[in-house]
């Protein structure tokens, strides 16, 4: 398996662009996670889905964030509009039910640069 | 809530030293993980602890769980310069089955 894998890698927008960020979670893995990393805040759980649906969207920062999770294989992450604040690098992660054993898988990370 | 510490938050050791590093989490749980990040990278996991008592070692990193005392231990032996990174602890929450991560240790081992 290719692991998580997460697109872009770097954006640069410019204040009130609207910026979507893309996470394919590992095969068979019926978690997905959102992170935000920021020096300030450490990781900060934005929100995650089991089987496709949203559990806990507490995290996510105000109205300007959205997530979507349309089927097993593909999530987005939206900001719109992005602020400079929003800058920061964006995590996805999964696992399984079945694999608690091992943890999350997190993907390599989408780096935000909002100007 | 589910909330966890860990210390110290800067370590800058020589090359030979050891070193332990401390995770300490507020409510029950039998699952804690142990992540490195490198500058720019992602997360990799390195230890799953899922009981008390449980000790797991790869290379130079032991990790040790308490969960009597809420007390995970990662320990150093005679740390090399490739050790240093960021190891972050996490906590399964039972609440909704997500982690819940400490702020992450930085760790720097000089020559």
């Known amino acids: 398996d290719a692991g998580v894998i997460q697109s872009p890698r770097h954006e640069v927008t410019e204040m009130g662009q609207e910026v979507t960020l893309r996470c394919k979670p590992i095969s068979g893995h019926d978690y997905l996670f959102w992170y935000r990393q920021t020096m300030m805040r450490g990781l900060e759980l934005l929100i995650y889905?089991?089987?496709?649906?949203?559990?806990?969207d507490s995290g996510m920062p105000e109205d300007r964030f959205s997530a979507k999770m349309p089927n097993a294989s593909f999530s987005t992450l939206k900001i719109q509009p992005s602020e400079p604040r929003d800058s920061a690098v964006y995590f996805c992660a999964s696992s399984s039910t079945d694999s608690w054993n091992y943890g999350y898988t997190f993907g390599s990370g989408t780096r935000l640069t909002v100007v | 809530e589910l909330k966890v510490e860990q210390n110290p938050l800067f370590l800058s050791m020589q090359e030979g030293k050891n070193y332990t590093i401390y995770c300490n989490y507020s409510?029950?749980?039998?699952?804690l993980y142990w992540y490195r990040q490198d500058p720019g990278k992602s997360l990799e996991s390195l230890f799953v602890l899922l009981s008390n008592g449980a000790v797991k070692q790869e290379g130079r990193l032991m990790a040790s769980l308490d969960t009597k005392a809420r007390l995970s231990t990662l320990h150093i032996t005679a740390a090399v310069h490739d050790l240093s990174a960021t190891y972050f602890c996490a906590v399964d929450s039972f609440d909704g089955q997500n982690f819940v991560f400490g702020p992450g240790t930085r760790l720097s081992v000089l020559p």
């Open positions: 409510t029950t749980s039998d699952r």
């Open positions: 889905f089991n089987n496709n649906v949203p559990i806990d």
